[in-house]
C-alpha cells in the first residue's frame, strides 16, 4: 500500500473532496456502503423504468400517432353540433389533445 493519499475521480466535485479528505476512517467507511447502497438503488430504479417504459412502448395502441404518448385517453369533443374524437393526455400542469377522427353515428 502506498504512503500517498489517493487521487479523487476528477467527476467528484472539489466540496466533496474536502469533505471526505476532513472525515475520519469511521466515517469514510461509513460514506462507502451508503455510497455502494445508493448507487445500486439509482441504478434498479433506472433499470425500473427502462423495463416499465418498454412495456409501456410494447402496449401502444396500433392507431395511435407517433407524437401522443400511449398513456393518452381517447375522449369527444362536440364542436357545432358535431362530435370528434381527440387523444388526450397530461404533460405536467397542462392537459394535450390530439385530432383522432370524427365520431360515426354507429360509434
Known amino acids: 500500500m502506498s504512503y500517498e493519499p489517493p487521487t479523487p475521480p476528477t467527476n467528484l466535485p472539489t466540496e466533496i473532496v474536502n469533505?471526505?479528505?476532513e472525515s475520519n476512517p469511521e466515517q469514510l467507511r461509513g460514506v462507502?456502503?451508503?455510497?455502494?447502497?445508493?448507487a445500486?438503488?439509482?441504478?434498479?430504479?433506472?433499470?425500473l423504468k427502462e423495463s416499465a417504459d418498454q412495456?409501456?412502448?410494447?402496449?401502444?395502441?396500433?392507431?395511435?400517432p407517433d407524437d401522443v404518448p400511449s398513456k393518452?385517453?381517447?375522449?369527444?369533443?362536440?364542436?357545432?353540433?358535431?362530435?370528434?374524437y381527440y387523444w388526450?393526455?397530461?404533460e405536467g400542469d397542462k392537459i394535450r389533445s390530439?385530432?383522432?377522427g370524427p365520431v360515426k353515428s354507429s360509434d
Open 19 to 21: 469533505t471526505l479528505n
Open 72 to 84: 393518452a385517453t381517447i375522449t369527444v369533443k362536440e364542436i357545432n353540433d358535431n362530435r370528434y
Open 88 to 90: 388526450q393526455w397530461r
Open 32 to 38: 462507502a456502503t451508503y455510497a455502494e447502497a445508493l
Open 40 to 47: 445500486e438503488h439509482k441504478e434498479r430504479k433506472t433499470r
Open 98 to 100: 390530439a385530432y383522432k
Open 55 to 64: 412495456e409501456e412502448v410494447e402496449e401502444r395502441p396500433d392507431d395511435l
